[in-house]
Structure formats: C-alpha cells, structure tokens
C-alpha cells in the first residue's frame, strides 16, 4: 500500500459521500485511477463497506453504555444468536480476560436500560457503565508505514 492508499483512505474516512471526482482533485489523479484503487482496496478487504454514521441520541437512544458480561451461563454461540436479535446492542465483541463480552448499547432511557440489563442477567454477570462522553470515536484508521 503506498501513500496514495493511505490519503485516499483518510479521505474516505473523513467523508465517506466525496466523489470520485473530488477525490481525484485532491489527490491529483485520474478518475479511472481513483475508481481502480478503491476498487482493488474492496477486493483485498481493506475497504470493507461504506454507510452512514447515526447520532443515537438523534434518534431517541440519549444513554449509551458499555457492558461487560462475564461468567457466561450459557455457550458462546447461544449468547452470541442473543445479542444478534437485540436491536439496542450496537456493538458486541468477545475479549480475553475475566470479562466474556464487552458490549456497546443505546437505549431510549433509564426504564429501556433496566429492561435491557434484565434481559442479559439470565444469561451471566452484567456489568454496566453510562457513557458520559467520548472524546475519542470514529478514528481514522491507517496501515503502518
């Protein structure tokens, strides 16, 4: 990956709706050019989708939170088919450590929040953390030099 990848995938991140041709203005190269790099960066998985970022808090969701669901009572994979179906768990990653799970949601309120930790406690500790803020998110990420 040279350097042009690398501006191009800033450019991106950025503002995922800039055209190809502005795309090709910043970086002063041929749209053709511009199309066949993003086109071999989707084929090598560097790219993986392009989409639109939501304010939860613009839709109603004003509390996001972080929980840590540890001492699983049941397997990974039926707690994994759990939280698929959930539409308040934005996130869901399974980690290394004391912690089985590490999840992101966004709930309406605090009543949306009790019944959300109620549905999780069958199936393991939940542990819950408000998000006051964030003062780092959606960080451009860029392959070492």
């Known amino acids: ?11 991106l991140q950025e503002d995922g709706r800039m055209t190809v041709s502005e795309l090709s203005k910043r970086l002063a190269l041929s749209r053709p050019s511009i199309s066949e ?15 639109a ?20 009572k049941v397997s990974p994979t039926e707690f994994e088919k759990r939280i698929m179906n959930d539409d308040e768990i934005m996130e869901c990653h399974r980690v290394t450590g004391t912690v089985s799970y590490i999840l992101k949601a966004a709930v309406t309120g605090m009543d949306a ?11 393991g500790n939940v542990n819950t953390s408000v998000i006051l ?3 780092v998110m959606n960080r451009s990420i860029l392959p070492k030099e």
Do not use: C, K, Y
């Not at 990956?1 to 501006?7: A, E, N």
């Not at 790099?37 to 989409?51: A, D, M």
């Open 1 to 11: 990956m040279d350097q042009l990848d690398r501006s191009l995938l800033q450019l």
């Open 37 to 51: 790099r993003l086109l071999r960066l989707q084929e090598r998985g560097v790219i993986t989708g392009f989409g």
């Open 53 to 72: 970022r939501v304010s939860p808090a613009a839709v109603g969701r004003n509390i996001q939170l972080i929980i840590q669901m540890s001492e699983l």
């Open 113 to 123: 929040l009790s019944e959300l930790v109620e549905r999780l406690m069958p199936f």
């Open 133 to 135: 803020s964030s003062p």
